[in-house]
């Protein structure tokens, strides 16, 4: 089964993403925060643990997407794991800034129910179904 961590602090958000993309294959751990979800990132030990994709928002409290992104890559298991912004930011610059902090993809989330649920099936599809996962760099942290 694969896993997915969805970092949203909006409930609202949280349980149309839920709708949308979960399934008898997939299952959504949601943190309301960054600092639960980097603290249980942390706490992760081996790749079992360790989710497929990462949904993140750009608004948080506390910790804002960026802050997480960026901690998100300093931890070495989590470097095969892509991580996606999911925001209802569509500013030039913040965009930039997450390509160039290592986020794998940028979806603005849309307020059209039937348009947000298409593109989160197609960004489910793109990383379970359409793309390799990069398997050497999966081996080299196994239990790291």
Known sequence: MK???MIEDNEDHALLIRRAIEDADCSVTHYQDGLDAMKACEAIQNQD???DLI???LKLPG???FEVLTNLKKIKRFEPVPVVMLTTS???EEIEKAYQLGASGYVVKSEDFAELITKLKHVK???FHTVEAPFALLANVRGK
């Open 63 to 65: 910790m804002d997407g």
């Open 90 to 92: 569509c500013r030039r």
């Open 55 to 57: 949904l993140l928002d």
């Open 49 to 51: 643990q360790r989710p």
């Open 125 to 127: 599809d793109y990383w």
């Open 3 to 5: 896993k997915i961590f």
